[in-house]
């Protein structure tokens, strides 16, 4: 997977989990309608997995390594 700068992940993953909870607690409450109480609650599951998703890519990718043609060498 190529790299993804490390501020756009958080912008996603905040997204998500921001979403995500707040689908689950709108799609709990009495606030939603009876028949779409559990399809709210479980997209906002799913924006929560993707929410984990983007932690995990996070936490886990290497850092970008600097482009060595653009580097001038050191001559002695």
């Known amino acids: 997977m190529r790299y993804i700068e490390p501020t756009r992940v958080k912008v996603l993953m905040m997204m998500f989990f921001a979403t995500g909870v707040l689908g689950i607690v ?3 409450s009495p606030v939603a309608p009876p028949s779409t109480k559990m399809i709210i609650t479980f997209m906002g599951v799913v924006n929560v997995g993707l929410g984990a998703f ?3 890519i996070l ?3 290497a850092e970008k390594a600097p ?6 060498k050191k001559r002695d």
Do not use: V
């Open 67 to 72: 482009d060595k043609r653009k580097k001038k």
């Open 54 to 56: 983007f932690t995990f």
């Open 26 to 28: 709108i799609g709990l």
């Open 59 to 61: 936490l886990t990718q």
